[in-house]
């Protein structure tokens, strides 16, 4: 067995300490509200299903980009090790570069109150799990792995000063990048940790059955193939205010967006997001 | 002589006076009717007081045309109460084949836009002690339309710059049957903060440098495209996804000028919870039962308000349950600045 796959199997268990277990990416707002209905066939536009479909989909085209960037630019400056010996300078030019992604994700979530809260949390747990895990294991003990855990350590300084937020899709995109996880792998346990999230969601809320649930899972294999074809190259463009106002980084999923925003007016709720 | 679809409006207030100049060439015409600040009374600071203005952004034709790319530059100086609206939704036609005319042609950014598309572009600077209301009819984009609209506000105080922002849309042309037919809709709308404050006097803002003196507090992206390459299209098409509602509308609320409708709609929200659903569950008559809303706090580098999502299966209760939160700015903008948009 390679060691990719034992880190991939590692990252994508359901257990994984990132407090994930308590985000609905807003099924439970939606439920209670109305717009997903319980008991009503698969097919049914107010199904559990479509929503988890479409929310995905969002995903795809909101923070995967992120994500993508993020492992992209940490293994560039990964590279240019192999030309200097500065590895202070390759610390803070990388955290330079993941500060930027991260606040501009950031201003992308600052009228998504509820959706922030839920990344945050998650990127905070994913780092921490990083720096007190993941960087400590006998494979990050190469200069390779040096330098990474260096960084993280610096990304954790900067996030407990306020200067970078370390939200979920940039801290998965290093924390892939630093494991050595290829950028193909880490899009598709992106996109299966959430699809996973949200079915397990579903079926604390009743929505489903778990045996159901692992079939439906199955099923929806292809179209996320179909979205990480259609996503996966893409890169956040935000030098120019032409990128600003392009669509490389955009949110398809307007009516899911505002019940998301409901979830705090919940009366009674069992998820934090 | 400005370019063609292009047009600038400043307002400034020196020694308690307003003014605003307006210039705008065809396709794209602005229009300012005069409006006037409600008598003082006798115990209010008149220093604290906005003076308002109003602009009407309206287009020859009542809409866009593909190929149109509308550019409009707005500044609101210290003192005043800018109110931008149009007459009407902004109707964006359907795309036809071949190129605009000539006489549209705009060398400057030929080469950047594609002109198959429709662009509105708009760019606002809010300066200290300044409100900017826009606060459009909804965009129609008519069968086959390709949409883009961009809107950047740049706010020069972090303290007292105060905007309310309104951004919406409805289904199409729904008494022709078309619903959600268009082609594509892209919605950018950007909050960012003015970098360097010293440069705060300065006239005009210049496209190409806009990015390196600002910084960016909000981008709200909203993409609604139908892919071509996917399996089965009914699957991703946003006509499914949107099938229940027929207006959708994107409001922002920020700043001091404005926390009044900021604190009301925070209170309404927290006020406002949600039951676990029921099939029939009994709901009062109003209209605004099929409306439906959330609002989110927003506190990002010292600009605090809030940013709210309507959706609705009506046009018209959307536009009501609007106009009756924002009601409060008839004591801000004025009577006779908030009649024009109220009446509309």
């Known amino acids: 067995m390679d060691k990719e796959t034992w880190l991939l199997w590692l990252l994508a268990d359901s257990q994984l300490p990132t407090g994930g277990f308590v985000a609905s990416a807003g099924l439970e707002a939606a439920m209670q509200a109305g717009l997903v209905r319980d008991g009503v066939s698969e097919d049914d536009p107010s199904s559990f299903l479509w929503f988890i479909r479409d929310s995905t989909s969002n995903q795809a085209c909101f923070a995967l980009p992120f994500c993508s960037q993020v492992h992209r630019l940490t293994l560039e400056h990964l590279q240019r090790t192999n030309d200097t010996f500065d590895e202070k300078g390759v610390v803070e030019g990388a955290l330079a570069d993941i500060v930027r992604v991260d606040s501009y994700h950031h201003s992308m979530l600052s009228s998504n109150k509820v959706a922030m809260r839920a990344s945050l949390a998650q990127g905070g747990g994913l780092l921490t799990l990083f720096n007190r895990g993941y960087a400590q294991a006998e494979f990050m003990a190469d200069r390779r792995g040096r330098l990474c855990a260096a960084m993280a350590k610096q990304f954790q300084r900067l996030s407990r000063l306020g200067e970078i937020k370390a939200h979920w899709p940039t801290v998965f995109g290093f924390v892939c990048a630093a494991m050595d996880i290829s950028k193909s792998h880490m899009q598709q346990l992106y996109l299966f940790q959430f699809v996973r999230q949200l079915f397990s969601a579903a079926v604390r809320l009743n929505l489903v059955g778990p045996l159901r649930a692992q079939m439906l899972q199955c099923n929806i294999q292809p179209s996320v193939s179909n979205l990480l074809r259609q996503w996966g190259h893409v890169q956040v463009s935000m030098d120019s205010i032409e990128a600003i106002f392009g669509d490389s980084a955009v949110y398809t999923e307007p009516v899911l967006e505002l019940y998301q925003g409901m979830h705090d007016r919940l009366y009674s709720r069992i998820f934090n997001s | ?344």
């Not at chain 2, 020196?14 to 003082?40: C, D, E, F, W």
């Not at chain 2, 009407?88 to 042609?105: D, E, I, N, Q």
């Not at chain 2, 950047?112 to 409100?131: G, K, W």
């Open chain 2, 1 to 344: 002589m400005p370019a063609p679809g292009e047009g600038r409006i400043d307002c400034q207030v020196t020694a308690g006076r307003l003014h605003q100049t307006v210039s705008s060439a065809y396709p794209l015409k602005i229009i300012s009717p005069q409006a006037v600040p409600n008598p003082t009374e006798p115990n209010t600071d008149s220093k604290e007081r906005l003076l308002p203005a109003v602009s009407y952004i309206l287009s020859y034709g009542g809409g866009i045309v593909h190929g149109d790319q509308i550019h409009v530059d707005v500044r609101s100086g210290t003192g005043s109460a800018l109110m931008i609206l149009t007459q009407g939704s902004t109707k964006v036609y359907r795309r036809r084949a071949g190129r605009p005319p000539s006489f549209l042609k705009n060398e400057k950014k030929d080469t950047v836009y594609d002109s198959n598309q429709t662009y509105q572009t708009m760019l606002i600077d809010v300066e200290p002690q300044a409100l900017v209301c826009l606060l459009p009819d909804p965009v129609t984009c008519f069968e086959g339309a390709l949409y883009n609209q961009r809107q950047a506000v740049r706010l020069h105080s972090t303290s007292t710059s105060s905007l309310v922002l309104l951004d919406w849309m409805t289904s199409g042309r729904m008494s022709r049957g078309e619903r959600w037919a268009f082609s594509k809709y892209l919605s950018i709308n950007v909050v960012a903060i003015l970098d360097g404050l010293q440069n705060k006097k300065r006239q005009g803002q210049n496209y190409d440098s806009w990015i390196g003196e600002s910084r960016i507090i909000i981008r709200d992206a909203l993409l609604l495209e139908n892919t071509s390459n996917e399996q089965s299209p009914s699957e991703s098409s946003f006509a499914r996804r949107l099938s229940s509602i027929d207006a959708f509308a994107y409001l922002l609320v920020l700043g001091p000028a404005v926390s009044v409708i900021a604190d009301l709609l925070r209170k309404e929200h927290m006020e406002q919870r949600i039951k676990p659903f029921r099939p029939n569950n009994k709901v009062p008559e109003s209209d605004e039962v099929d409306v439906q809303w959330s609002v989110s706090d927003i506190d990002e580098c010292d600009i605090k308000g809030v940013a709210v999502r309507i959706a609705g299966p009506n046009t018209e209760n959307v536009k009501a349950w609007i106009k009756r939160r924002l009601a409060p700015l008839q004591y801000i903008v004025g009577d006779s600045a908030w009649s024009m948009y109220c009446n509309a």
